[in-house]
Nanobody
């Protein structure tokens, strides 16, 4: 079992920055991939970025160049640095941790609101 706790969400003006953190209760070395997603009400959860244990990253086109994912395996924590935020980035952001194809976990989510 892995418990994930996100933090760092909040209210920011357009053009501003936020840094999300996600702490895992279990050693992140047993977790293969960690990622960030977001979901608007009534819509499917959208992949934003993922990072492997080895540090290989992948980004959605919608955030490439603005968001940066990083991971501190010693602290069992994954981060999402979000720059040049836009009102359309307003969403609930979720952390994900994958142990295997059939063993993955979600955090409870953190709200990000970008005002125009």
């Amino acid at each position: 079992q892995v418990q994930l706790v996100e933090s760092g969400g909040g209210l920011v003006q357009a053009g501003g920055s936020l840094r999300l953190s996600c702490a895992a209760s279990r050693s992140s070395f047993s977790i293969t991939t960690m990622g960030w997603y977001r979901q608007a009400r009534g819509k499917q959860r959208e992949l934003l970025a993922t990072i492997t244990t080895g540090g290989r990253t992948n980004y959605a086109d919608s955030v490439k160049g603005r968001f940066t994912i990083s991971r501190d395996n010693a602290k069992n924590t994954v981060y999402l640095q979000m720059n040049s935020l836009k009102p359309e980035d307003t969403n609930i952001y979720y952390c994900n941790a994958v142990v295997s194809d059939l063993d993955y976990y979600w955090g409870p989510g953190t709200q990000v609101t970008v005002s125009s």
